[in-house]
């Protein structure tokens, strides 16, 4: 299927990937449809048509995909129904196995270990009594992580010794859950990798990535050489998973950097946060490639267009830095547009090198 210019591209979620994604898209002719249930949102100002309404709304769904040519997606935690009424509508990319093995944590593991991958120990927890012998098999240190809907590091419980297993039950308020062993690495990395319809792939150099409080922090390519000697086989086991789910559009995929190798951590089928850098850093950026992806056009150049490029997020009053930023030569400011708040992901700057 190619959607030429001209055509109406409808994302699903209106933050600050769907903005980027829409101002991608503008760059090569199309309008944006953004479908959400927020009244505002980063993506407001910059899309053609804003569809305020909940994903359980049937009526609405159907408006929405009667008024684009292709759905794609700025988050994976879209209900399941809300998938289903659409693809019998218009074309979903990427396509709903990507959204359901990825929105669940004991699934996209199981996928990265069947397609020979390494990943932490895990094992799927539903209760008390699961975990108390989920933690007699694993042990500590280990994290309990809810199966799905978590991120920037909410969601899970770091457990240090048996006595915390009720207390950390309690914080996931009964939530299905992965129970995982810690791994011991020296770095995270991650994979971007755009893959096309037809199994064309394009793929940016691998950055390292810096979290703090577990929020990303930066991401800098060219990563060190730990990272270096790792990335080709990161690269094709992402390569392995893309072409198992006939994934159309951006996949990331977050990986561990150890002494052993690279392990793999959680993928998200879609533009990322470690990708921000690629706006400036690279020909063809993340959000540009996927929306030629989407659309059934040729991939662009992921050639980086700096010796060294880092991508730093600002998070709450970081953004209130910008009068500074903006007199740095090197520094290229994106701001989200948000009411500032603590712990909230306002921008980024990036500068190349």
Known sequence: MILPPGSTIGILGGGQLGRMLAMAAAQLGYRSHIYAPEASGPATEV?????????????????????????????????????????????????????????????????????????????????????????????????????????????????????????????????????????????????????????????????????????????????????????????????????????????????FATADGPVFNEMAPRVHNSGHWTIEGAVTSQFENHIRAVCGLPLGSTTRTGARVEMKNLIGEDANDWPEILRDPAAKLHLYGKHVRPGRKMGHVTRLF
């Open 47 to 255: 899309s053609a048509e804003w569809t305020k309404a909940g994903y359980d709304d049937a009526d609405a769904l159907a408006r929405f995909a009667e008024s684009v040519g292709v759905v794609t997606y700025e988050f994976e935690n879209v209900p399941p129904a809300a998938l289903d009424r659409l693809e019998a509508l218009v074309p979903i990319r990427p396509g709903k196995r990507s959204l359901e093995i990825s929105r669940v944590r004991e699934r996209e593991k199981t996928l990265v270990r069947d397609l020979g991958g390494r990943t932490a120990p895990f094992r799927a927890v539903g209760s008390l009594a699961q975990l108390r012998d989920a933690f007699a098999e694993i042990g500590a240190p280990s994290i309990l992580k809810t199966s799905s809907l978590g991120y920037d590091g909410k969601g899970q419980v770091r457990l240090r010794d048996g006595s915390e297993l009720e207390q950390a039950w309690e914080a996931v308020r009964g939530a299905l859950c992965v129970l995982e062993g810690f791994v011991t690495f020296d770095a995270e990395f991650s994979v971007l990798l755009c893959r096309a319809e037809s199994g064309e792939t394009a793929v940016w150099d691998t950055p390292e990535n810096v979290h703090t409080h577990g929020i990303l922090d930066t991401s800098t390519t060219p990563a060190r050489t730990l990272i270096l000697d790792q990335a080709e086989r990161a690269i094709a086991l992402a390569h392995k998973i893309a072409d198992e789910l006939d994934h159309i559009g951006l996949l990331t995929c977050e990986f």
